[in-house]
Every structure is written in C-alpha cells, then in structure tokens.
C-alpha cells in the first residue's frame, strides 16, 4: 500500500490537474483532493475558507457515487471506505447551504438564522467549535454572491 500511495504522489506532480483524479487498475483507486479547493476531512468538519462550497459540494456528490474503493484524502488517514469519508463532508456542506441558502432567500440576517440552526448533528465533531460560525458565515457570503447574480 505503501508504495501506490508513493506511485500516486509522484502521479500528483507530474500529471495531475486541478481537474482531475486518477483511476488505478484493479479495481483500486486512489485520490486525494486539493482539486481547485476540494478537500476531505476525515471525522471532522471541513475548513471552508473562501472555497467555492457550490463546486466543493458538485465534486463531492459526484466522487461519493464514482465507484471508489481507496480513498486519500488531504487530511485524514487513508479510508478503505471512502464514500464514508466523502459523506460527512459533503453531509455538512449540503447542511450549510441549505441553512444559509434558504436565510439568503428570505433576507434573514447572519446572526438571526446562525442562532435558530439546529447544528446537534456537526456539535461534538473536533474543529466545530473553532470552525462552524465562520464556515457557516462564509458559505453565507458567498451564497449572497449567488443570488446576487442570479438576479
């Protein structure tokens, strides 16, 4: 195992685009995802940043159904059940656009529909605490964005 994940990073540096993961033979594949801001946490909540969690949460759901056997993610150990690791990202990034999406929509303020979530189901994973209001607070920035443009 060992040596596919060395094969797989010397793969990363030479071939890999921000677009693309790769497939091994076999029945085994192998990824980790810097892909233009798309990262897996393994039992925690994400980092969100200024990432674009419209296209974090696309890739997601497309990688959690693509057939993946391995998984490595960016952070995290390698995972032998890597639609399990991809569900709770993509689990709370879907819970953070959902939630702040609909407060957009109705032009509820930050501070008004962060208190009225019910965030029981992401409260006792390590980073919440540290992470969940300024996740939350920039996917609702950026969900403002997207309406914004829409109109």
Do not use: C
């Amino acid at each position: 195992m060992l040596f596919l994940a060395l094969l797989y990073r010397v793969w990363l540096l030479v071939y890999a685009t921000e677009s693309s993961y790769p497939h091994f033979p076999y029945n085994l594949t192998l990824s980790t995802f810097h892909l233009r801001n798309i990262i897996i946490f393994e039992g925690r909540i994400p980092y969100v940043g200024s990432a674009d969690s419209k296209h974090w949460l696309e890739t997601l759901t497309k990688l959690e159904t693509d057939g993946l056997n391995v998984l490595i993610p960016g952070h995290g150990p390698a995972s032998t059940h890597p639609q399990n690791t991809i569900k709770l990202t993509r689990k709370y990034l879907a819970y953070l656009r959902d939630k702040m999406g609909a407060a957009v929509e109705e032009f509820t303020p930050f501070d008004e529909v962060y208190s009225a979530t019910n965030w029981s189901e992401f409260a006792t994973l390590p980073a919440f605490k540290e992470g969940n209001r300024k996740n939350a607070y920039q996917v609702y920035l950026s969900m403002e964005a997207e309406f914004l443009q829409e109109e």
